[in-house]
Every structure is written in structure tokens, then in C-alpha cells.
Nanobody
């Protein structure tokens, strides 16, 4: 079992920044690729960003590229999502998730069905 707890969400004005954190506990964190997903009101959950277990590979949805940065600190069992230049359309519940990395230092995935552990989510609201 891997338990994930997100924090750092809140209300921010457009153009502002937030840093989300996801703390992991339980079984090994280092052989897990990590991802951030988000779900806006009335919409389906969508992929935002992913990072390989080594941190050497990252990938972003087009909608957040250049504004969001995903990173991880395996010593602290924590993954981060730095969000800059926030827009009202970034509003939603943000979830972190963990997926098997198949012992690959560079593996990551954008497919939500490959993530087998999820956090409870943290609300991000961007006002215009």
C-alpha cells in the first residue's frame, strides 16, 4: 500500500502561483512514477504532469507546459507541482497518483488507469 496526501491548494488570483505537495507513505516510493491529475467542475479528470521515479524524466499536458513544473524528493517521499501564471481554467481538484515504474529510471505515464494509488485531492481555485 502507498498512501498519498496532497496539500498546498487554495485560492489565488490569476497570474499567481501555488506549490502543491504530495507526501507518500507506506511501501517503497522510489520505484513509483508519479503524476498529477486535475478535475474541473463538471468535467472529467485530466492528466497534468508526470515524473519518473528518478526524477530525470518529466512530461506535461499542453495546457500546463511552460507554467507548471513537477519534481520529486525521494529522500522525503514527496512530489511537488509548482504552478505559475495560473489561469481561471486551472481551477479544480488536483490529485497526485503513483504508478509502477517497472524498475525504469525514465518511465512515466499519462494514462490514469496505470496509476494504482491516488490521494484525496486538494482544491485549487483561480479567480479572474
Amino acid at each position: 500500500q502507498v498512501q498519498l496526501v496532497e496539500s498546498g491548494g487554495g485560492l489565488v488570483q490569476a497570474g499567481g502561483s501555488l506549490r502543491l505537495s504530495c507526501a507518500a507513505s507506506g511501501r517503497t516510493f522510489s520505484n513509483r512514477a508519479m503524476g498529477w491529475f486535475r478535475q474541473a467542475p463538471g468535467k472529467e479528470r485530466e492528466f497534468a504532469a508526470a515524473v519518473s521515479w528518478s526524477g530525470s524524466s518529466t512530461f506535461y499536458a499542453d495546457s500546463v507546459t511552460g507554467r507548471f513544473t513537477i519534481s520529486r524528493d525521494n529522500a522525503k517521499n514527496t512530489v511537488y507541482l509548482q504552478m505559475n501564471s495560473l489561469k481561471p481554467e486551472d481551477t479544480g481538484v488536483y490529485y497526485c497518483a503513483a504508478a509502477w515504474a517497472y524498475s525504469s529510471r525514465t518511465y512515466y505515464t499519462t494514462r490514469d488507469y496505470e496509476y494504482d494509488y491516488w490521494g484525496q485531492g486538494t482544491q485549487v481555485t483561480v479567480s479572474s
